[in-house]
């Protein structure tokens, strides 16, 4: 049976987090059973399946590019160490329940049901779920029949998670929902727990737990230095503390407070680097360059400085981005 043998590579994953050859084979022998069973590979030459689908802030990516996540072996691999586990601590923490775990943003993969639950029985994990592509949609309904796991799931919404109103919100143990990209760009992280923050209970775990933007100064290379030294300068942006302004009530402001950075004094420096750091759970991250979602962007200093300060701000409205004015 398919499930059985998700199951066994799933624990591959699992068990091997530290080995990528190891992880980049058993995901890709994933990916090709989600292929010949979703026939996806079909739908690759349709347009209708590149396009991005626009939510009430931010863009939600097509079918096909959700479905290339999977292959973001790291990330995919340490996101499900975090889910596993995590199931696993709500578990100790309620004993004898069923720990319901809400999904905003499933892909055509679904990949942490369609790996997870495999490892668990449907008595002990529910999972509710929400999409905003109807493609996306289908394809994950379709994947989770194939893969006999429908007992597994309670609901599914094709909705825009940044408005939604979660159904009996505060039952559930855990929100995950990957919706972001390297200097949450574009992608509704920031606007999703905006909106589903207030609504879930105080206990609710969410995955990832936070994102992090920040900015590090990098010092010229000396002689015999490898790597160039580096300090961390600022914190731009810390989406939880943001996010802690949100009460169900209080619209998504047009754009967050802007931090700004002076680059005078005595210190020269060689370049800025802008990280985004993502904090899955409890002891895992995702460090620069492991995934595409911690990829960094550096910046040259260019000397002498004509204007010192620079100034970086997130804007929610009319676009989700990072910007940046001197
Ligand atoms: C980065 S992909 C991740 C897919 C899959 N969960 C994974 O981890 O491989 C994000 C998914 O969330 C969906 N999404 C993004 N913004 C959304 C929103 N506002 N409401 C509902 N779904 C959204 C996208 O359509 C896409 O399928």
């Known amino acids: ?71 973001d072996y790291k990330r995919t691999a340490k996101f499900l160490d975090a889910m596993v586990s995590l199931i696993r601590k709500k578990q100790q923490e ?45 394809m994950a309904e379709k994947l989770i029949k194939e893969l006999q796991l429908t007992d597994y799931v309670a609901a599914y919404h094709t909705s825009d998670a940044v408005t939604f109103q979660i159904p009996d919100a505060k039952k559930y143990h855990i929100l995950f929902s990957e919706t972001l990209d390297a200097l949450l760009y574009r ?55 943001k996010v802690k302004n949100s009460d169900g ?17 005595d210190e020269k420096y060689s370049t800025m680097i802008v990280d985004t750091k993502v904090h899955i759970q409890d002891d895992i991250w995702l460090n620069r360059n492991e995934s595409s979602l911690s990829l960094p962007l550096e910046m040259e200093i260019a000397y002498p400085l004509d204007a010192p300060n620079v100034t970086f701000f997130y804007e929610l409205k009319p676009s989700v981005e990072l910007k940046l004015k001197n």
Not at 2 to 27: A, G, H, P, V
Not at 98 to 118: D, E, R
Not at 249 to 258: G, W
């Open 94 to 138: 309620h004993p004898n329940e069923i720990i319901n775990i809400f999904y905003a943003g499933c892909g055509p993969y679904a990949p942490f049901i369609t790996l997870v639950t495999p490892l668990f029985e449907a008595s002990e994990v529910q999972f509710s779920i929400l999409e905003i592509n109807a493609s996306s949609m289908q």
């Open 1 to 71: 049976m398919l499930r059985n043998t998700i199951k066994e590579l799933s624990t591959k994953i699992l068990n091997n987090q530290s080995d990528f050859d190891t992880i980049k084979n058993t995901i890709d022998e994933i990916h090709k059973h989600y292929l010949e069973t979703t026939n996806i590979g079909e739908l690759e030459k349709s347009m209708q399946h590149l396009a991005a689908v626009p939510t009430a802030s931010g863009m939600a990516l097509s079918l096909n590019h959700a479905a290339a996540c999977l292959l």
């Open 187 to 241: 992608e509704s992280y920031v606007p999703i727990l905006w909106n589903m923050l207030p609504q879930l209970s105080e206990n609710c775990a969410i995955i990832p737990n936070n994102v992090i933007i920040q900015a590090s100064l990098t010092y010229p290379k000396q002689e015999g230095e490898d790597v160039k030294k580096e300090k961390e300068i600022a914190v731009i942006l810390d989406v939880r503390e």
């Open 249 to 265: 009530n209080t619209a998504l402001p047009e754009k967050f407070e802007p931090i700004t950075i002076n680059l005078a004094g």
